[in-house]
């Protein structure tokens, strides 16, 4: 008898009836060298499986990393990964199809994006008009509550409220946040300062109550809540009194199932609520779409971040205080300056046009004179003919990829250089090669040149905020 570890289903230990045993390891299904045991080495491996698997986190490739002396880092899931809980709501043939199902959700957030002029100064918590569950995010483990009880929340950068289905929910998913069993919640007042920034607020014209507020929510959602607080896991970081939505009621099937945590600037959010502990500071790296058994990472504070990283400016908007603007002066396509008109970049205030870095955009979207330029560019120096794929207008023969040129962003003081995976997305059948970005939703809002997820990618994307900027460093995210 012998026991293996299979590469298959890395993790995982097997028995087997041949007089010996090769055990195997793998990391993304790659094979190991193998060792042969004898009786006696088999009898200590026997022993020690025996051990492990009572300890199932020792081969739980999902759980959460030990949070390191140098500040919280976490994974990040793609929301359709292995270690999420969820799963498309459109079954697909291939990786390829779901990104196309969930790019073709973009138009919303878009549209959500182009419309966030804030009548106030910030806003708790603040609906991301998409539907989260048909779209690209991402997903993190976060505990709430003492004891903590585990969620896994959809991060998202142009956001500065968080908020979680509390048991008794009506209309919400069957995991919830019990309050009741956690020692420290509490429900925040009416006459506490924090309530008073909250949008659809219902509470009383005289006296006190319950902060209670009702929001709407990816176009036929809504949902209603009452503000609260509790203590914040974030790895081994704890932060306390943390304020937060704690819904009571969903109409509609578009709110996140478990929730949602904004890393965006307002004074609300996760950033300035941590204060201190994290200064202002993270940055986090995409797993690629296709990295189906991995996770990428999000680090909290200033302490572990790359020390060699290339920065530009942060641009600040008034009217859209959670946004990470960042000043885009131009397009290379190999090297081809596209011929931009300035004021199509130019950021600008009080109409909100500009670039913004966003976490919840699946493909980087242009205004359309922007698009265009850059495409026909592309599209100059490519074989065709071309046909389109789902949100994607430039796909050609995969067999002309290798002239395919590389594209670069320029911004101020810092020039990203984008690998191929970030600009070129495969058909299912590998036969074609689409250029991975689109032209902007045509609507009277649409001002914003968003860079999105997919040109994230393994990439390390710094946002520190108490020095005004934003720093892209290369990493391998798996």
Known sequence: MGIFVSSHCPGSLYICSTASATLSTSLGCDEASPFIFSAMELSIVAFFFILLSSKTLAFDQCASPKSKSDGSDLSVIHIYGKCSPFTPPKPASSWVNTVIEMASQDPQRLTYLSSLVAQKPTSVPIASGQQILNIGNYVARVKIGTPGQLMFMVLDTSNDGAWVPCTGCTGCSSTTFSSNTSSTYGAMDCSMPECAQVHGLSCPTTGSGACSFNQSYGGDSSFSATLSHDSLTLGADVVPNFAFGCINAVSGGNVPPQGLLGLGRGS??????????????????????????????????????????????????PHRPSLYYVNLTGVNVGRVRVPIAPELLAFDPSTGAGTIIDSGTVITRFVQPV??????????????PFTSLGAFDTCFAATNEDVAPAITLHFTGMDLVLPLENSLIHSSSGSLACLSMAAAPNNVNSVLNVIANLQQQNLRILFDVANSRVGIARELCN
């Open 268 to 317: 609300m959010s996760l950033l300035s609520q941590s204060g201190s502990l994290y200064s202002g500071v993270f940055s986090y790296c995409l797993p690629s779409f296709k990295s189906y058994y991995f996770s990428g990472s999000l680090k909290l504070g200033p302490v572990g971040q790359p020390k060699s990283i290339h920065t530009t400016p942060l641009l600040k908007n």
């Open 371 to 384: 698009y265009n330029a850059i495409r026909d560019a592309f599209r100059n120096q490519v074989k065709g």
